[in-house]
């Protein structure tokens, strides 16, 4: 078997990003049913959480009693979700084969702690760097839509956590923070314009993964 063929064999990580109330949860069932259809085995998880110490973490982390948490400790338990995250849960299924779609990953710690709290850069990468090595997603979806309309989203669902309950002007730098990131890194990262039907994004998700991942339409 040469590279290439075991490389479009090799089960992939995809996770999805993007500021409160875009609709990830739905597009990730969606793209689930999609890749189902097409007989891969898939496995949906979340960050913070994904395990069940790394949801105890995310308790800790959503909690609205977590007062005044520093940005380094918000950022560390973060890390901390993730690494017991990638050890118990997305390594092992990746070596079965079964595809991984993830709620959010390593790019929200950029967005939220780097652009939303003012984390710098450099002291994210380093920890990038202990937590996962090289490894990075085989492709993210970045959904992108107006922030007041996500927010009178999250508003209409209830109870806001600790994130949700921040101003306009935190999810704009959030969401420029994930659009530059999608610059820098124009073939994993994939914008998809939320403001649309949910069929609609629906469709772009999957035009996106089928061009990504070509042997999915043989
Ligand atoms: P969720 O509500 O989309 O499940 O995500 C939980 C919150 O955690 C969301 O407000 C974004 C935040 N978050 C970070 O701030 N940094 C991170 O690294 C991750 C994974 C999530």
């Known amino acids: 078997m040469n590279n290439n063929t075991k490389e479009m064999l090799r089960s992939k990580f995809i996770t999805f990003e993007g500021t409160e109330g875009v609709g990830k949860t739905t597009q990730i069932e969606l793209l689930q049913e999609y890749l189902q259809s097409k007989k891969i085995k898939t496995?949906?998880?979340r960050e913070p959480g994904g395990t069940k110490t790394g949801e105890r973490i995310r308790e800790i982390l959503l909690d609205k009693k977590s007062t005044n948490l520093d940005s380094h400790a918000e950022l560390l338990l973060m890390f901390a979700a993730r690494a017991q995250h990638l050890d118990?849960?997305?390594?092992?299924?990746l070596q079965k084969n079964i595809w991984v779609l993830c709620d959010r990953f390593t790019d929200a710690s950029y967005a939220y702690q780097g652009g939303g709290r003012g984390v710098p850069l450099s002291e994210i990468?380093?920890?990038?760097?202990v937590v996962q090595g090289n490894?990075?997603?085989d492709?993210?979806?970045l959904l992108t839509c107006d922030i007041k309309t996500g927010m009178q989203r999250v508003a209409r669902r209830g109870k806001k956590d600790r994130f949700e309950k921040e101003?306009?002007?935190?999810?704009?730098?959030v969401q420029d923070t994930y659009l530059q990131?999608?610059?820098d890194n124009p073939l994993r990262i994939r914008v998809v314009?939320?403001?649309q039907a949910i069929n609609e994004v629906a469709i772009a998700i999957q035009t996106t993964v089928n061009q990504r991942f070509p042997e999915l339409l043989f």
């Open 135 to 137: 490894f990075q997603p």
């Open 43 to 45: 496995l949906v998880t």
């Open 167 to 173: 101003r306009l002007e935190f999810f704009e730098q």
């Open 139 to 141: 492709l993210t979806i």
């Open 125 to 129: 990468l380093k920890l990038e760097s």
């Open 193 to 195: 314009n939320a403001d």
């Open 88 to 93: 118990e849960v997305i390594y092992p299924a």
């Open 181 to 183: 990131r999608a610059k």
